[in-house]
């Protein structure tokens, strides 16, 4: 047996369990494992186990089966949406900047405090959450390259360190 983690955080993680990641790949996104996700064995079963979010884009299953890849799907986690009172609300409303994890978080956050509560910068941990984020009329001043907390970390410090 293999695993994969999709990125550094995942797989750290799983060496908290000593389970030890035999593929992170170089960019922490499901387009990149796929990527990188070696090709089925001729003579094995070449089955993947894939334990996600309820909610997710279904390019790395996709992607797996088209190689081949016989994919079970298994639903790990589910998203849900805080209901912060109106003094957190208006912290939000407030602050400088607002930091964005995944596209459920930009979903989740749209969902409860709507578009009307969005500090004036917006930083995203990379490319999809970014792109959700955009869908959803916001305008993205940060994407981190390195799309880990790290790398979103770095790429605040950054744009807070050009603007001074």
Known sequence: MKVAAIGPGTAETLAGA???ADLVPSRFVAESLLDEF?????????????ARAA???????????ARGWQV???EAYQTRAAIPDAATVEAARRADIITFTSSSTVDRYLEVVGLDA????VACIGPVTAATARARNMTVS??????SIDGLLDALIAHVGARR
């Open 18 to 20: 000593n389970i030890r």
């Open 72 to 74: 079970d799907v298994v």
């Open 142 to 147: 940060i994407e981190a390259s390195v799309h």
């Open 38 to 50: 070696p090709a089925p064995s001729p003579t094995g079963t070449n089955r993947v186990l894939l």
């Open 55 to 65: 909610v997710a884009r279904d390019v790395l299953p996709e992607g797996l089966r």
């Open 118 to 121: 969005m500090p004036p910068i």
